[in-house]
């Protein structure tokens, strides 16, 4: 174990990779060349179209210990990492790495193939059970790792992750493997995530429950990347990607935030024609996107773009001509997929382009986001993995991609949850460094952090509610009752790698409760 | 020197790199691992806009023997090529090597720059005026090679070419990089050929007339594969684009080899309701492919797709209802760029999708495709490089990737040209294997491939006039004209290669004729 700059412990290795403890936001920077894609090669007169997930892995040569890749696009709805895994079981594989790009309740078998042995490794989100269930400890062969969107795609092209079968769910697909996930009977969004896996992975399959004439276009994923397609009866639940949080809050509480979220960026000096934001899914930052969009309104200005896992909201804004380009993160209900196959301003991009570790993505390019938080501390670090009680139940997302590329970053919270506090001394899990968030917008006021003193100015001569971190946490504290707190054993069950791959937390093993 | 299974002497290597002599249409596949692409790296606070190509050359670190890249979309009105080689030219700059898609008489410049020392390579297709001048032999330090569409993405994939300096005209860009050619003030058209460059050079200059608020999109370039972008004056000029040859040809002899092409489709056993094809821009193919829609709306039947450089007339064909997609491999005409900003029907792809040689590109997919030729042989072989004088006058463009990926390849060619015969007992350049060409129509009946016994049959049933080609050839033959032969010096001035990267042929020094 070695201790990062940030103060926190983090393992010498995870596997045979060596790991690099974060050092700062900005040290570490992508050099040399990236890792070489494989060549790929179909016989003029074969077919990649195969009728079974059993015949795909025979054909793909998938072994004992390798990595298999897959896309969280269907989110709840998702039917293919069940049925992959399922049907590698009935092979007898054991010790596959699962690269998924998160995971969620649906998942919740990946435990018992975790318990068989068929999975002894996970890189990526594990929201909820999985997640869970890894937090008990010493069920997986290494420490799993978490990283962000554009974490992950820099991973992959960096080579620190070598994938061995990328098995990417498509809505439609040709028999040359050109693939969507916009159109057909159903549809989960664009693919954003999978064009990294599909170029890197040393064999990539296509799964789709619909095959089209060709030549499938526009396309997510290109036939030059795929080798096999495997069509199947089904591939997800398109009614399954929304969840609950995407409505507006109707709390009065969050409202209150959401407005105090909408005046720091109407006043943080970016409000103004071609300004650009991120819109967020949860209920205030929904209610905050809204709240802009009606000053923006009133003040006559149209942003360049807006970007975000979208929603009926955004696509609204865009045709409401608040925007100029929707930028598209993640389909987060049907209306943002309608809107992809027909609206010429909605703007699918990959990973890569939204938040690669280039210097020179898409969240590069945000004035303003809204981000979550779990837990925030008074350095403005802030924790979206673990819970108070330790346990690892959520993936980073976006979050430290938004956060370090925007140039402002607003975390929008409760200073309160049921009667738990939100503002802490020390975060459980540091999932996004102070440094880069700019706002904590509480229900009790707006906490500038102290890097920019510029905005806390702005902020002050607009009237709005400024107040230190310290102090609103003061005033949660008084009504905060005592919690249990999780005793934490030695063992690291999951690390949190920042944006350019070095490790910036520890997530360990919960033993209890006390 | 080494003979290759045609039969051909080609050079044992071409600078530091060892030749493969051409084996066989399919002996050589893509195997391992593609070359690494750079890590691209933008300080956050930094710019990737620059105002003058002097300073872009100076930026992107560009030294004596470095080899730079364009595309040939603006064709005859390209205005980057000759701006950048004179600023490399002020630079003092010396040996670049030059590795365009194509050059064209516009690029009459680039004698001089090769005369200065300033050019000692190319690499790519030299059309009209440098072709002359370089197969007067002499001129440069290595042969030129020349590869179609799909071989130069393959060249570049693996790692056969490093480009250096990408510098890439797009009519519009953003700050970040994301540019396209089919939008701004001056299109030329979607920047089919450039993605390889823009992913694999080690620098990236999109060359633009018109910044755009950001984000532009669609986008042909992602801002990722970009490093610079250097905002000019002018780039090209889009009514160059099109030229003379775009005219369906009024000659009764050409629409006669017309009508028998589109008869050999007709009878082709694969003209059916999903068939697909590739039209042609020459006079010839274009009044085919327009008989060919006429076949279609008559028989009832709509092609999945068409594909090729894009005209009015597929456009039509498009909006007409014939096709389901068309495939755009180049736009021939300003028709074909305004189509591309508003039908989602048109599909552009890059040439990665068009024609890598992967077993499983677009050209694959062709049932059947028109083709040109300068010279065709007994054996079907076809030239289309030099000419019977000898000098090399045209690029490869994507004949090979089409005759060998189509099932059914269709060389029109009338059997004279002026006085000259067009069918000779042996090519002067081989560009195109026989083995992958299956009818050669001409005025005076249609010959077929003996290796397609089947497809003789139905034209015999379908009443077309099939003949032997020795018996076109011998026909022809009384009416041609003594002709000046080439007199060949032993210098290679240029190689041809097969799209799997093999040398199928050499071209030589042109010292005089007799």
Request: proline fraction near 4%; glycine fraction near 10%.
């Amino acid at each position: 174990m070695k201790k990062n700059a940030m103060g926190r412990m983090v393992p010498d290795k995870i596997g045979d990779r060596i790991v690099t403890p974060y050092e700062g936001i900005y040290t570490r920077r992508p050099e040399g060349r990236k890792a070489a894609r494989w060549q790929r090669f179909t016989d003029n007169q074969g077919s990649k179209v195969l009728h079974s997930i059993d015949e795909t892995i025979d054909r793909v040569g998938l072994k004992d210990g390798m990595t298999i890749s897959f896309h969280h696009l269907f989110r709840d709805g998702d039917y293919v990492i069940n049925q992959v895994l399922d049907a590698c079981a009935r092979k007898g594989l054991k010790g596959l790495r699962l690269f998924s790009t998160a995971l969620f309740p649906v998942h919740k078998p990946v435990i018992d193939h975790i318990k068989s042995g068929l999975i002894d490794r996970i890189e990526g989100s594990m929201n909820g059970p999985v997640g869970a269930y890894v937090s008990q400890g010493g069920v997986l062969a290494q420490p799993a790792v978490l990283r962000s969107h554009g974490g992950r795609w820099r991973a992959v092209e960096a080579g620190d992750v070598e994938i061995d079968v990328a098995f990417l769910a498509a809505s439609q697909a040709d028999v040359m493997g050109n693939a969507t996930g916009v159109f057909g009977k159903t549809p989960c969004g664009y693919m954003t995530y999978s064009g990294v896996d599909a170029q890197y992975a040393r064999k990539t399959v296509v799964i789709t429950n619909e095959l089209a004439p060709y030549p499938v276009f526009p396309f997510d994923i290109q036939q030059g990347w795929t080798d096999y397609v495997c069509v199947v009866d089904e591939i997800g639940d398109p009614d399954s990607i929304a969840s609950g949080t995407l409505q507006i809050t109707k709390s009065p509480t969050r409202l209150h935030i959401a407005r105090l979220a909408a005046e720091a960026v109407k006043y943080s000096g970016y409000f103004k024609d071609g300004f650009s934001f991120q819109g967020g899914a949860g209920g205030i930052s929904l209610a905050a996107t809204k709240m802009i969009g009606e000053e923006m309104k009133r003040a006559g200005i149209v942003a360049n773009f807006i970007m975000g896992g979208v929603t009926k909201l955004l696509i609204d804004q865009l045709n409401d001509g608040l925007c100029r380009k929707l930028m598209h993160g993640q389909a987060f209900d049907r209306w943002a997929i309608e809107s992809l196959q027909k609206d010429p301003g909605h703007a699918p991009i990959d990973v890569g382009t939204y938040a690669n570790y280039d210097g020179a993505c898409a969240t590069a390019m945000l004035d303003a986001a809204f981000l979550g938080a779990t837990e925030v501390d008074l350095d403005f670090n802030v924790n979206v993995n673990t819970h108070s009680d330790g346990r690892l139940l959520h993936g980073i997302g976006g979050h430290q991609d938004v956060a370090h590329g925007a140039s402002v970053a607003i975390v929008t919270i409760p200073t309160l949850r049921g009667r738990m506090p939100v503002i802490v001394d020390e975060v459980t899990t540091i999932t996004t460094p102070g440094e880069v968030i700019d706002v904590i917008v509480t229900e009790r006021g707006i906490a500038v952090n102290p890097r920019q003193p510029e905005l806390k100015d702005r902020f002050i001569k607009a009237g709005l509610p400024v107040k230190e971190l310290a102090d609103i946490k003061a005033e949660a504290e008084r009504l905060v009752q005592p919690v249990k707190t999780p005793v934490f054993g030695d063992e690291v069950i999951a690390v949190i790698e920042w944006v350019d791959g070095s490790a910036i937390d520890s997530v360990f093993k919960v033993e209890g409760w006390k």
